[in-house]
């Protein structure tokens, strides 16, 4: 296709939506808030519609379709997936981001990893590793700070996001009994992006103590009142019963069990 043509396909879309999804600074693009809004959703549709051609492709057996977050992603799997596609030439692997949990399509993906164990009726699953998290600051942070010694002045210092789920849990955990909600906040929806503000010593947040350990073990960032707490959910690998014995399912099943037995050794 042309650029012409891509242009002319462009103008179509936003004349449909009404609105522009591109902002463009000469050669440079960037999507506007419309276009990021957008994106998800058009990009899992195509995703879908992949996944549908391919069930009636004669090779569709050697495509393996995972479904995983964006923290386990980019923390876990990116950096080990490429041993498996190397040890399994013959499988063509596609990733997509989606938070699993209980409502989670069946046949949305060959394989998804999730947070809890799996309830609908034709999955099944197997138990990956416990879920364990803490509050962390980088050094720089807590060095133009006084010192944490009690849990009180964790809220002394700035929370990325005060409503996070688990920053919540934590404090429960540390025996906070008052109101923290009323703290200025940055919704970013992702562990993620909430670490790289940690790291650049912008804020604190609570941080996946096994998908960050490399942060944690290097000392860029520290556990305040080292101190973390277990999501009894756990991480999961979840799949379709009918794919138990599919050999592209057992290959990558194995491989991370391996993976995680190897962690722990």
Excluded at 95 to 116: E, K, L, M, N, P
Excluded at 177 to 194: A, D, I, K, N, W
Excluded at 205 to 232: N, Y
């Amino acid at each position: 296709m042309t650029q012409a043509a891509i242009s002319y396909q462009i103008r179509q879309l936003e004349d449909r939506v009404g609105q522009p999804l591109f902002r463009r600074h000469g050669r440079r693009v960037e999507l506007t808030d419309a276009g990021r809004c957008l994106l998800p959703e058009v990009s899992g549709a195509f995703s879908t519609l992949e996944r549908a051609f391919a069930a009636i492709d004669p090779i569709q057996d050697k495509t393996l379709w995972i479904a995983s977050f964006q923290t386990f992603s980019t923390q876990w799997l990116a950096t080990r997936v490429g041993h498996f596609q190397i040890a399994h030439p013959e499988l063509t692997v596609r990733i997509f981001d989606r938070f699993c949990t209980q409502d989670y399509a069946i046949d949305s993906a060959d394989v998804s990893i999730r947070v809890g164990a799996p309830t609908q009726e034709g999955l099944t699953a197997d138990y990956l590793a416990p879920r364990r998290y803490a509050v962390a600051a980088s050094p720089a942070l807590l060095a133009r700070h006084p010192p944490v010694t009690r849990v009180e002045d964790v809220l002394k210092l700035p929370v990325n996001d005060p409503q996070d789920t688990e920053f919540t849990h934590w404090l429960s955990e540390a025996g906070f009994q008052g109101s923290h909600t009323h703290l200025p906040r940055v919704r970013l929806g992702s562990q993620t992006y909430e670490a790289q503000m940690v790291l650049a010593g912008q804020g604190i947040a609570a941080l996946d103590t096994w998908l960050f350990r490399d942060a944690f073990a290097s000392g860029q960032v520290v556990k305040l009142l080292d101190m973390e707490v277990e999501d009894p959910k756990g991480y999961w690998l979840a799949y379709p019963e009918r794919l138990r014995k599919a050999p592209k399912l057992r290959a990558f099943r194995d491989w991370m069990l391996e993976q995680r037995r190897q962690e722990e050794v």
